[in-house]
């Protein structure tokens, strides 16, 4: 008879073996999905990891990719520690974007410093009132976070297009709907002859100061305590709904300085579609992290060769970049399966006589 | 006029409601399903890819439900028996549908098909004509929710259906098999949530257009909150936003001054704000939520 069993402790070892073997079947099942369009498989793994690891130019370009994964997925974090399904990340983007974008074009500053300092504090008020929005919902009238974070995606996403197609259109650009470049004042500097930022060094200082304030703080665990036991919580004192307001302002400004450094680093103008999915990434990678901190930085640096491989699919094989998304949540099922093996065993047993 | 934003609210809405529909059941057996809108994309593509194929309107339709059902028993699977977190495996799936649609939906952008007709019962009599001139997936829509309305309420199926949404560890006691039924509960609703997407590839538009459920399937996720579990009041729900969503449309069309964007916008706008006055109407003692929704269930902890 076969019986299924909660395990009561877990080893670090077998958590790790089993996460690695839905990985790998994962992996396998989006190979065959694309072994089935007719791609030839030895040829995509070496131009991906030549694309990826060829050289130290194309390492940064995947540290490129890894920075606004790691900053919107630790605002994501932020989040899921108190158990909020913050799922607005992509939009909170968009919105930290625009604001950046619009200091960058209409303040006319001399201090590079300071312009970017205006920048990202734009960014991350413009990210945290738009997200603070939902929270305040959430805690007044206790509407759901979920459903209200993914519309307001949609919404800031059609402001963004709305500017872009109309009032801050550049008007030399040849009707291509972005915003003129910005100045060289407005662009965050890069290391040597590589396109990799400084944006980067701001998602490193984050991640230590998600790890301080969660993982190390008293207000960290009061936080995760809301979280896994909201009555417990309650009964100690803690003030709920003070805190889910301060999560969700702080989880979507985070976020949005993922929209100042893609614009102010890489794209260095607002334009159509700044971002490939980077938000909804970051739910899986705070997932897949338990929100933990070497976690999410590992999980960032995997997705980001995910998008590198989109790209290389995208351009040498014609196929759509969304194909991303397929693979992500092919990998999803796969390691919420290997989940149910590591929380419980499978036992044979005999039946006793009775 | 009024004939005419009838007609288009009525046709704009009947996607929403298979979806909403689809959604409902799920979420009375205790499933939340947050992949509902990529079962519509998933839904969408295969109605349009076999109606292609075979000429045939209803090998498409039956195509999308089955695919659909199909991918939405990934999802059936991993919260039930495999315990997995019901709102990941559903971002799960709205990704994998989004994703793969794209992907092998590729050579069917640009085709053409000839998408279902309409009936002519009756010839400009205001306010009927454009209710009884509907095409017939219209009409069984309806159906379709009145047949569900009934077998929740009126079968020992649908009573047992709605004690595993409120509290299944009093449904196991009762020697329901709580994992079988909620397991039905999103197959069933994931293929009538893929007619919700075959609606809109072989009837409203009739083409194939990548990503083109364009957050229907999130709106139907809140409307489930707004019709208060409710599949009759999912209909009022549905047309309303039918409504919205197609008279920006029109309004567009007719070439206002108010950005595109802006009204593109709408739906979602209107979505949050519905969504804010049923939680000022509800207070949590007339909700209609089911009591375990969200919750995997697990015998061993019982308490």
Redesign the interface.
């Known amino acids: 008879m076969i019986r299924i069993e909660k395990r009561i402790s877990n080893s670090q070892n077998l958590k790790s073996l089993a996460k690695f073997f839905s990985f790998v079947i994962g992996i396998l099942i989006s190979l065959f999905f694309l072994k089935f369009l007719g791609i030839g498989l030895i040829d995509l793994i070496k131009n991906i990891y030549y694309d990826a690891f060829g050289s130290i130019y194309s390492f940064t370009e995947l540290l490129i990719k890894m920075v606004p994964l790691l900053i919107c997925s630790i605002g994501v974090s932020f989040a899921f520690k108190m158990k909020l399904w913050n799922i607005g990340s992509e939009g909170q983007l968009y919105i930290g974007a625009l604001a950046s974008s619009l200091i960058a074009i209409y303040i006319p500053l001399n201090s590079h410093y300071l312009m970017i300092f205006l920048m990202f504090l734009a960014a991350f008020i413009a990210g945290g009132l738009w997200s603070g929005l939902a929270g305040f919902l959430k805690v007044k009238l206790n509407v759901n976070e979920i459903i209200v974070t993914l519309l307001m995606n949609y919404i800031a996403i059609l402001i963004v297009d709305y500017l872009v197609y109309g009032p801050l259109k550049d008007p030399e650009g040849f009707n291509f709907p972005y915003s003129k470049k910005f100045t060289d004042i407005a662009k965050l500097s890069t290391f040597g002859d590589t396109r990799l930022h400084t944006g980067i060094v701001l998602a490193i200082f984050l991640l230590i100061l998600y790890y301080i304030l969660m993982e190390k703080s008293v207000w960290g665990y009061e936080v995760r305590v809301i979280g896994s036991n909201p009555n417990a919580a309650r009964y100690a004192g803690i003030n709920i709904n003070k805190n889910i307001l301060i999560i969700m302002i702080l989880s979507g400004g985070v976020s949005a300085l993922a929209g100042f450094t893609e614009v102010s680093g890489v794209l260095h103008r607002l334009q159509h579609s700044i971002s490939p999915g980077y938000g909804y990434t970051a739910i899986i990678i705070a997932w897949l992290s338990n929100q933990n901190s070497i976690g999410i930085l590992f999980s960032s640096l995997f997705m980001a060769l995910i998008f590198l491989a989109g790209d290389t699919l995208q351009l040498n094989y014609q196929i759509p970049i969304s194909m991303v998304n397929a693979f992500q949540g092919i990998l999803l099922f796969t390691l919420l399966t290997g989940d149910f093996f590591i929380n419980h065993k499978i036992t044979m047993k005999r039946r006793k006589n009775a | 006029m009024l004939d005419i934003i009838i007609d288009t609210t009525i046709r704009a809405g009947t996607p929403i409601l298979y979806a909403t529909i689809g959604a409902i059941i799920m979420e009375k057996s205790g499933i939340i399903n947050?992949g509902i809108e990529?079962l519509m994309l998933i839904g969408a593509l295969s109605g349009f890819y076999f109606t292609f194929i075979t000429n045939s309107l209803l090998i498409g339709f039956l195509a999308a439900i089955l695919l659909s059902a199909a991918a939405g028993s990934?999802h059936g699977i991993?919260t039930t028996y495999?315990?997995?977190?019901q709102?990941?495996?559903g971002?799960?799936?709205?990704?994998?549908?989004?994703?793969?649609t794209?992907?092998l939906g590729?050579s069917m952008v640009g085709e053409n098909i000839r998408g279902l007709e309409r009936i002519n019962t009756v010839k400009d009599i205001p306010f009927l004509s454009p209710v009884l001139n509907q095409d017939i997936m219209v009409y069984i829509s309806i159906l379709l929710l009145l047949l569900i309305h009934f077998f929740l309420y009126r079968t020992t199926i649908g009573l047992n259906l709605r004690t595993v949404g409120e509290n299944p560890y009093a449904a196991d006691n009762a020697g329901i098999n709580v994992h079988l039924y909620r397991l039905f509960a999103v197959v069933i609703g994931s293929g009538i949530v893929g007619l919700g997407g075959a609606y809109l590839s072989l009837v409203y538009t009739p083409l194939w257009i990548?990503?083109m459920s364009a957050?229907r399937g999130?709106?139907a996720?809140?409307l489930v909150?707004f019709s208060n579990w409710d599949v009759r009041k999912a209909l009022i729900g549905s047309y309303l936003f039918g409504g919205i969503a197609a008279n920006q449309l029109r309004l567009q069309a007719m070439g206002t001054n108010i950005?595109?964007?802006?009204l593109?916008?709408l739906p979602?706008?209107f979505?949050?704000l519905v969504?804010?006055i049923s939680?000022?109407k509800n207070d949590s003692t007339k909700q209609n939520q089911p009591e375990s929704l969200g919750n995997p269930y697990?015998r061993?902890d019982r308490v």
Not at chain 2, 259 to 262: D, E, G, L, N
């Open positions: 947050l990529g990934i991993l495999l315990k997995a977190n709102i990941v495996s971002l799960a799936l709205t990704m994998f549908g989004t994703g793969i794209a992907m590729k990548e990503n957050g999130w709106i996720v809140a909150i950005p595109v964007q802006i593109q916008s979602y706008l979505t949050i969504l804010i939680s000022l697990d061993e």
